[in-house]
């Protein structure tokens, strides 16, 4: 028998609907999940479970009357720990911060909260999301549900733990180089990366960059586009998120939720093991070609190509630098000692460029997106590895390494994603099966300019299409092995100093 933890969103609302069960049930079952396998991988980090269970009575008084509060009426949600919530304690995985309760959620987190959602507690990350390896001198290491010594990526690692687990049925996450993405694919659950301005944020200090974005993670692509349809809004404090008078341009809800059906066999389909230019294990490579068939076997056409990506390592490390010069370079010069090397890196980087490199990023930029539209005139989806390596040891702050070539920063391994972040187009990591090391592998579905709701379909149509295919279904973590393994807290290395982790 499916254990409530284990539901879906919409199987959930289903079940609340119709008194079957109740938000405090799916609370108690999501909590004792996080008690069962939480110390083996720490994904939750930061819980109240006292206003989490008088949020889920106020969600089952609330169904009782016939009149649930939203669309997420006591789905049990965690919060990325970059995600400020009101009266839960938000670190951003800095020592900084590390005793901080705000006052107020962020627009993000009381969107989902004015929906309904019981929020649950917060999920790790590393230090102010740099990288992907979710590790920081506050909380320590997260490990991969299917061996916690292993990374389970990041910046939102704690959540596509934790949701592969069981200890929530939705989370927040956020995206600049892939981090919605590259934890979906490590922990086998789904991570969409929206059209910049989709989901609007008032948080972002360079308003007007596509490169960071927040986003939904669920176990199943229609869930996403459930999460979806509740925070895509158009907002004046985000100026990526504009409007005509009168004319809302974004967030028509009834769009992403629920998935209208699509018939893939009318697709064109292209495909890419690396973009030409992404440095991409071959275990990675060998995994993507036997799926490939089974998959390019659901649309009209397949072939071979990619958009032209040249200098999209170079583009991204320029505005990527200045991203983190505006959002940490006054904290660099007043709380050095506290930032960990991947931040110092990044705004000493900064200062090594000139107006005239971030000019030159910019306007290959926009040649790389000319090229993308270019691209999907002659193609309807795009699909590639989600991310370039198999999970490795979260002890090795990133690849040094990718089959014995060396990577040029700390995040050149997250370039499958990254490349389509400089597009500024919708796409998303849905899980397909496992690698030959018997680790989850996921796909990217890359869709046209403005195609959220497409992507959502093209997903969900996959996903249901291969639910039942041996390889190339969702796989789930042991459970029971995860409850009797040691404490990851136990593990060398679990804790890195301040100043000196990754």
């Given at each position: 028998?499916?254990?409530?933890?284990?539901?879906?969103?919409?199987?959930?609302?289903?079940?609340?609907?119709?008194?079957?069960?109740?938000?405090?049930?799916?609370l108690r079952a999501c909590?004792?999940?996080?008690?069962?396998?939480?110390p083996a991988i720490n994904?939750?980090?930061?819980?109240?479970?006292?206003?989490?269970?008088?949020?889920?009575?106020?969600?089952?008084?609330?169904?009782?009357?016939?009149?649930?509060?939203?669309?997420?009426?006591?789905?049990?949600?965690?919060?990325?720990?970059?995600?400020?919530?009101?009266?839960?304690?938000?670190?951003?995985?800095?020592?900084?911060?590390?005793?901080?309760?705000?006052?107020?959620?962020?627009?993000?987190?009381?969107?989902?909260?004015?929906?309904?959602?019981?929020?649950?507690?917060?999920?790790?990350?590393?230090?102010?999301?740099?990288?992907?390896?979710?590790?920081?001198?506050?909380?320590?290491?997260?490990?991969?549900?299917?061996?916690?010594?292993?990374?389970?990526?990041?910046?939102?690692?704690?959540?596509?733990?934790?949701?592969?687990?069981?200890?929530?049925?939705?989370?927040?996450?956020?995206?600049?180089?892939?981090?919605?993405?590259?934890?979906?694919?490590?922990?086998?659950?789904?991570?969409?990366?929206?059209?910049?301005?989709?989901?609007?944020?008032?948080?972002?200090?360079?308003?007007?960059?596509?490169?960071?974005?927040?986003?939904?993670?669920?176990?199943?692509?229609?869930?996403?586009?459930?999460?979806?349809?509740?925070?895509?809004?158009?907002?004046?404090?985000?100026?990526?998120?504009?409007?005509?008078?009168?004319?809302?341009?974004?967030?028509?809800?009834?769009?992403?939720?629920?998935?209208?059906?699509?018939?893939?066999?009318?697709?064109?389909?292209?495909?890419?093991?690396?973009?030409?230019?992404?440095?991409?294990?071959?275990?990675?490579?060998?995994?993507?070609?036997?799926?490939?068939?089974?998959?390019?076997?659901?649309?009209?056409?397949?072939?071979?190509?990619?958009?032209?990506?040249?200098?999209?390592?170079?583009?991204?490390?320029?505005?990527?630098?200045?991203?983190?010069?505006?959002?940490?370079?006054?904290?660099?010069?007043?709380?050095?000692?506290?930032?960990?090397?991947?931040?110092?890196?990044?705004?000493?980087?900064?200062?090594?460029?000139?107006?005239?490199?971030?000019?030159?990023?910019?306007?290959?930029?926009?040649?790389?997106?000319?090229?993308?539209?270019?691209?999907?005139?002659?193609?309807?989806?795009?699909?590639?590895?989600?991310?370039?390596?198999s999970p490795r040891p979260?002890?090795?702050?990133?690849?040094?390494?990718?089959?014995?070539?060396?990577?040029?920063?700390?995040?050149?391994?997250?370039?499958?994603?990254?490349?389509?972040?400089?597009?500024?187009?919708?796409?998303?990591?849905?899980?397909?099966?496992?690698?030959?090391?018997?680790?989850?592998?996921?796909?990217?579905?890359?869709?046209?300019?403005?195609?959220?709701?497409?992507?959502?379909?093209?997903?969900?149509?996959?996903?249901?299409?291969?639910?039942?295919?041996?390889?190339?279904?969702?796989?789930?973590?042991?459970?029971?092995?995860?409850?009797?393994?040691?404490?990851?807290?136990?593990?060398?290395?679990?804790?890195?100093?301040?100043?000196?982790?990754?």
């Amino acid at each position: 028998m499916m254990e409530l933890c284990d539901a879906t969103a919409i199987e959930l609302l289903d079940l609340f609907r119709t008194g079957k069960a109740s938000p405090v049930e799916a609370l108690r079952a999501c909590h004792d999940r996080t008690d069962k396998v939480n110390p083996a991988i720490n994904a939750i980090v930061c819980e109240d479970r006292d206003a989490a269970q008088a949020a889920a009575r106020a969600a089952e008084a609330a169904w009782r009357r016939g009149e649930p509060t939203g669309p997420l009426c006591g789905v049990p949600l965690a919060v990325k720990d970059t995600h400020v919530t009101g009266g839960l304690r938000t670190t951003f995985g800095s020592p900084q911060y590390r005793d901080w309760v705000p006052e107020h959620d962020q627009h993000f987190v009381a969107t989902l909260r004015a929906a309904g959602a019981v929020i649950t507690g917060k999920t790790n990350v590393p230090e102010w999301a740099a990288g992907a390896n979710s590790r920081n001198p506050v909380y320590g290491a997260t490990g991969n549900p299917f061996d916690p010594a292993l990374n389970a990526a990041g910046s939102s690692g704690g959540s596509g733990a934790a949701l592969a687990c069981g200890m929530a049925t939705l989370c927040t996450g956020s995206d600049t180089g892939g981090s919605l993405r590259n934890p979906a694919a490590f922990n086998g659950v789904v991570g969409m990366r929206p059209s910049s301005g989709l989901i609007p944020s008032e948080r972002r200090v360079l308003g007007w960059s596509c490169l960071s974005v927040d986003g939904p993670m669920a176990r199943t692509a229609a869930d996403t586009a459930l999460m979806l349809s509740v925070v895509a809004a158009d907002s004046c404090f985000d100026p990526l998120s504009y409007t005509l008078p009168d004319t809302p341009v974004r967030g028509l809800s009834n769009r992403y939720f629920p998935p209208t059906p699509i018939d893939l066999s009318t697709l064109r389909l292209a495909m890419t093991e690396d973009f030409g230019i992404a440095p991409t294990e071959g275990i990675v490579r060998r995994a993507f070609r036997a799926k490939c068939p089974a998959i390019a076997a659901l649309f009209a056409s397949s072939a071979d190509a990619a958009p032209d990506c040249s200098g999209g390592h170079e583009v991204f490390a320029i505005l990527r630098a200045a991203l983190f010069q505006a959002t940490h370079g006054a904290r660099y010069k007043t709380h050095y000692d506290l930032l960990g090397p991947n931040i110092r890196a990044n705004v000493e980087e900064a200062a090594t460029y000139s107006l005239a490199d971030h000019a030159w990023a910019s306007d290959r930029q926009t040649k790389i997106y000319r090229t993308y539209q270019k691209f999907f005139e002659s193609h309807d989806v795009l699909i590639s590895p989600a991310i370039t390596v198999s999970p490795r040891p979260w002890i090795e702050p990133y690849p040094a390494e990718i089959d014995e070539v060396p990577t040029c920063s700390y995040f050149h391994w997250l370039s499958l994603a990254y490349l389509v972040t400089l597009s500024g187009h919708p796409c998303i990591s849905i899980p397909i099966g496992v690698d030959e090391r018997g680790l989850p592998f996921g796909l990217q579905v890359v869709g046209p300019r403005g195609g959220d709701a497409f992507v959502l379909r093209v997903a969900t149509a996959i996903e249901s299409a291969l639910a039942g295919h041996p390889g190339l279904s969702r796989p789930v973590p042991d459970i029971e092995a995860l409850a009797v393994m040691p404490a990851i807290a136990s593990r060398p290395g679990f804790m890195p100093p301040v100043g000196a982790h990754a």
